[in-house]
């Protein structure tokens, strides 16, 4: 039977029921702070949901910058993907270990390399396991894939993007980290940027977007949350964050509310609270 997605989320009942569809290929994209002392390739050699390939966010990147897993090339994207068996008309269903948190990240990835169907799994390998669902440490061989990366700038944003934008104004800017270190408060945790936010942006923390069980908040509260930062879901909008992938829980909120052509700004605060003479509000 043809599989059907028309929202950036499926469910862990769904899948579950589409383990062991031919066109369907899981990705574990599990990837943490520095603080939270976790190593996520070893938990996914411990245990992983069956069939699952494990994504490495630091190395499929653009190794070549000074800034973190910024974008790699859509070239090295292709190779890689090829080699963990994923390949063109295949559903791609993507999880991370906290619930929600790096999952997005890959998503976005997918999409800004011209690739729609790629969803979240809602909740993660934290519900999942909640559940009691099957996991394995089993360790895949798949045959290599053909696929196509064909990079589609609307979804992305850098540096030069964003300065226009402080004289234009075009766009909103919604930057997903906690308050603290939005308002200058609080240290970041890699050494050596700056503190503080893009001038003009507003501060709607991806964690609020997140239940306790590691889902994404409903329909309803989404837009709450969204309207209650002063956000205006009619105007386009660009997510930025630390370094590119709390953005993305912002960016994954706003397509499941129907504002499916947000920007991330790659380089985030990573970038701008490097480059010196940007300017800074706290």
Not at 222 to 233: A, E, K, P, W
């Amino acid at each position: 039977m043809p599989l059907t997605i028309t929202n950036p989320l499926v469910t862990t009942e769904w899948l579950a029921a589409h383990l062991d569809a031919p066109d369907v290929r899981i990705i574990d994209a599990s990837w943490y702070l520095p603080t939270a002392q976790r190593d996520p390739k070893a938990e996914f050699d411990a245990e992983h949901i069956p069939g699952a390939a494990f994504f490495d966010i630091d190395e499929i990147a653009d190794t070549s910058s000074p800034f973190p897993h910024m974008l790699p090339s859509p070239e090295k994207f292709s190779s890689r993907v090829r080699a963990m068996g994923i390949g063109d008309g295949m559903r791609i269903v993507v999880y991370d270990g906290a619930g929600i948190f790096s999952a997005p990240r890959v998503w976005w990835m997918f999409r800004v390399m011209g690739f729609a169907d790629v969803v979240v799994l809602d909740g993660g390998m934290k519900k999942w396991k909640a559940e009691g669902r099957p996991v394995s440490d089993e360790r895949l061989r798949p045959s290599p894939r053909h696929f196509t990366a064909r990079r589609t700038a609307p979804l992305v944003r850098d540096l030069s993007a964003m300065l226009h934008n402080l004289d234009t104004c075009a766009e909103q800017v919604v930057d997903a980290r906690n308050g603290r270190r939005f308002r200058g408060q609080e240290a970041e945790p890699r050494p050596g940027l700056s503190s503080g936010h893009i001038p003009g942006s507003s501060n709607l923390p991806s964690a609020q977007l997140v239940n306790d069980d590691g889902t994404l908040k409903s329909h309803n509260e989404l837009v709450r949350l969204f309207d209650d930062s002063g956000i205006d879901l009619k105007k386009p909008i660009v997510t930025t964050c630390g370094s590119g992938v709390s953005a993305c829980i912002l960016a994954l909120g706003l397509a499941v509310i129907g504002h499916d052509q947000t920007a991330v700004y790659d380089g985030s605060w990573a970038e701008w609270g490097a480059v010196k003479g940007l300017p800074i509000e706290v």
